[in-house]
Nanobody
Framework: QVHLVESGGGLVQPGGSLRLSCAAS????????LSWYRQAPGKERELVAT????????NYADSVKGRFTISRDNAKTTVYLQMNSLKPEDAAVYYCKAIGKTGATMYTYWGQGTQVTVYS
């Protein structure tokens, strides 16, 4: 059974930092591309960052470049999102997503989300 479990969300003041984690199980983590998305109330879910299966390639939304860092530990089957210099507009529910192949079939898995609140 596949599980993606996010953690690390919480309350933080503007300028603060949080580190999100997404622990995965039930699939071949090391061969999947991992991403973080976020969704604020009344807005569509948006892509924040993506990391390749090897971790060699990372891409970020323009709004978070230079402030957020995505990383992965294939041995721990966990993907991280280090968020620095947080702004009120970063407040959202953050989701991790895994996409890849098992055998000949492409699968997409989502976590349940973790809330990030940025307040003054």
């Amino acid at each position: 059974q596949v599980h993606l479990v996010e953690s690390g969300g919480g309350l933080v003041q503007p300028g603060g930092s949080l580190r999100l984690s997404c622990a995965a199980s039930g699939f071949t983590f090391s061969s999947y591309v991992l991403s973080w998305y976020r969704q604020a109330p009344g807005k569509e879910r948006e892509l924040v960052a993506t990391i390749s299966d090897t971790g060699n390639t990372r891409n970020y939304a323009d709004s978070v470049k230079g402030r957020f860092t995505i990383s992965r530990d294939n041995a721990k089957t966990t993907v991280y999102l280090q968020m620095n210099s947080l702004k009120p507009e970063d407040a959202a529910v953050y989701y991790c997503k895994a996409i890849g192949k098992t055998g000949a079939t492409m699968y997409t898995y989502w976590g349940q989300g973790t809330q990030v609140t940025v307040y003054s």
